[in-house]
């Protein structure tokens, strides 16, 4: 099992920034790559970012490329999500995911899930 837990979430004016982090227990980090998955009401869970074991790969939505950016220290067993340039349609709960080895876009892809942290953005 792994455990994950969201943090860093909050309301922020439009144009802001936030910083999420993920930090996870359980299971030896370096052996799970990571996502970011966002859900605002009424819509589908939606994928944000990825990153591969060591940090060289990683994968944005096209909603969040050039604003977001996911990071992750393994000696931390962390994971990060830098948000800039906050849009009121960013505003979800947003979830960290944990997938064994390889990175993955989709919901299914990823065994492992936070409980979430919302983000609200003020126009």
């Known amino acids: 099992q792994v455990q994950l837990v969201e943090s860093g979430g909050g309301l922020v004016q439009a144009g802001g920034s936030l910083r999420l982090s993920c930090l996870a227990s359980?299971?030896?980090?370096?052996?799970?790559?990571m996502g970011w998955f966002r859900q605002a009401p009424g819509k589908e869970r939606e994928f944000v970012a990825t990153i591969s074991l060591n940090g060289g790969s990683t994968t944005y939505g096209d909603s969040v490329k050039g604003r977001f950016t996911i990071s992750r220290d393994n000696a931390k067993n962390t994971v990060y999500l830098q948000m800039i340039s906050l849009k009121p349609e960013d505003t979800a709960v947003y979830y960290c995911?944990?997938?064994?080895?390889?990175?993955?876009?989709?919901?299914?892809?990823?065994?492992?899930w936070g409980q979430g942290t919302q983000v609200t953005v003020s126009p």
């Open positions: 359980g299971r030896t980090f370096n052996n799970y790559a």
């Open positions: 995911a944990a997938r064994l080895y390889t990175i993955g876009v989709l919901t299914n892809h990823y065994a492992y």
